[in-house]
């Protein structure tokens, strides 16, 4: 077994004793064993509990994305600061400044990334189980937790004669070229739509002018140009798999700009405007005022002068 073999083996048996137990449970409630849209609504059953499970890390995501955006007028300014000046102190005390706004915003910048890394490798430990599939049927042996028995059901099941566990690029009949090209489409568009209405309903006016902003439009149009070329050597149920937390993703997302939108975003003007024309009052949630993140910049930074030691001179002997 391989290193990453070793790290991916225990996510291998928990993504298939997830599969295996919404099976059985799919199976003894009268839904064929061996049919293919049985092991899809396991696979979709696997996308639920790990998607539920990651529900507060989500959480933290919004946060911190909600962070990133406040901070990005005080980013600004403390660039336009230190700009130009290259010396070590200068550079130590634009960090530790930086530092401070991150703290008062309660995110930082990989925050945001999270969910991603987190899932990633329940992604590729399901890419491993579903590839090797045939290896394993071919073999008369089981793989993760599914036996040897189920792992022949599952390559002999399919759907709309398409075989779960075929891949475009692995070659396979009209059906496997049809709904995986539907698949890719579907899995990239819904990536696409979930950063695009980020990006048009949940960003303050200041946050479209950031630099940090040039980096999300360049990944709205990069991550999805990834995913798309790289389904063409996923499996059918690879596929929908990603297509399933996509769906999720956007509807999650929805729900979030509707009902908790970023202060200063379309999204939280709309909101005003709905409570308004309910007769509510106006929310008065959100972060700080920007003078006491400057502030809390300006006190790290009289902490970083504080700290300077100061060379004495020496007293000279009299003669």
Known sequence: MDFIGTILF????????????????????????????????????????????????????????RGMQLLQP??????????GKTDQLSRQAMAQEQMALYKHHGTNPFSACLPMLIQMPFFFALFQVLS??????????????????QVVEFDESSIF???????????GNVSVVILSLVMIVAMTASQFITQKQIMAKNMSEDAMASPFMRQQKMMLYILPLVFGVGGINFPIGVLIYWTTTNLWTMGQQFFVIRRMPTPGSPAAKALEQRRAAKGLPPMLGGKKRDDEAEA????????????????????????
Do not use: C
Not at 12 to 20: C, E, F, H, N
Not at 74 to 83: R, T, V
Not at 136 to 149: D, E, L, P, V
């Open 74 to 83: 005080d980013l600004k300014k403390l660039q336009a600061k230190y700009k």
């Open 161 to 171: 004669g398409a075989p779960l566990s075929s891949a475009l690029l692995h070659g």
């Open 296 to 319: 809390a910049a300006a006190t790290a930074a009289a902490d970083i002068r504080a700290q300077r030691v100061q060379p004495q001179r020496k007293n000279r002997k009299k003669k």
């Open 132 to 149: 090797g599939i045939s290896s394993a049927k071919n073999a008369g042996t089981g793989i993760g937790a599914m036996s040897a028995q």
């Open 10 to 65: 225990p996510f291998k048996w928990l993504v298939s004793i997830i599969m295996v137990g919404f099976h059985e449970g799919l199976s003894t409630i009268g839904l064929p064993s061996g049919n293919g849209w049985t092991w899809t609504l396991s696979i979709i059953g696997l996308v639920l509990v790990i998607r539920a499970a990651l529900i507060p890390v989500f959480v933290k995501q919004i946060k911190a994305q």
